[in-house]
């Protein structure tokens, strides 16, 4: 009975962090915007010994059409966000030929803090509280 039971597609992250450099901005061969940056998540935690230990993560996030635009014109290195969205994979072969994956998340939303004001900035419309 258990080998019929199918999960459900589910691919959504919601992940806090700084940016650790500035957005990257070009436009496809189209014309569409895009943006590139990473954020940097941080994690404390207590090791076995009971000392505080910190481990940081670092997700790399691309952002199409207006929120491309947005995130390059208001985020800069070290903006505080919040991303939510889909985790995307990409394989390539590099120059000697050996096979690349990255691991990347496709935002569909971001919550900015800017200058003690926070700006949403989607297509779809989310309300969060804090």
Same mark, same amino acid.
């Given at each position: 009975?258990?080998?019929?039971?199918?999960?459900?597609?589910?691919?959504?992250?919601?992940?806090?962090?700084?940016?650790?450099?500035?957005?990257?901005?070009?436009?496809?061969?189209?014309?569409?915007?895009?943006?590139?940056?990473?954020?940097?998540?941080?994690?404390?935690?207590?090791?076995?010994?009971?000392?505080?230990?910190?481990?940081?993560?670092?997700?790399?996030?691309?952002?199409?059409?207006?929120?491309?635009?947005?995130?390059?014109?208001?985020?800069?290195?070290?903006?505080?966000?919040?991303?939510?969205?889909?985790?995307?994979?990409?394989?390539?072969?590099?120059?000697?030929?050996?096979?690349?994956?990255?691991?990347? #998340?496709?935002?569909?939303?971001?919550?900015?803090?800017?200058? #003690?004001?926070?700006?949403?900035?989607?297509?779809?419309?989310?309300?969060?509280?804090?």
């Amino acid at each position: 009975m258990m080998a019929n039971l199918k999960m459900p597609d589910i691919n959504n992250i919601l992940i806090a962090g700084n940016l650790t450099c500035d957005p990257s901005f070009r436009k496809t061969t189209n014309g569409t915007p895009v943006a590139n940056f990473f954020i940097a998540s941080n994690r404390k935690f207590k090791d076995n010994n009971g000392q505080w230990r910190e481990n940081v993560c670092y997700i790399g996030v691309v952002a199409w059409y207006k929120l491309a635009e947005s995130c390059y014109e208001n985020i800069k290195k070290g903006s505080a966000v919040i991303v939510d969205g889909e985790l995307q994979s990409r394989s390539w072969r590099n120059d000697d030929g050996r096979r690349k994956t990255r691991l990347a #998340k496709k935002k569909s939303s971001i919550i900015m803090q800017k200058k #003690k004001k926070i700006m949403i900035l989607d297509i779809v419309i989310w309300i969060f509280n804090f």
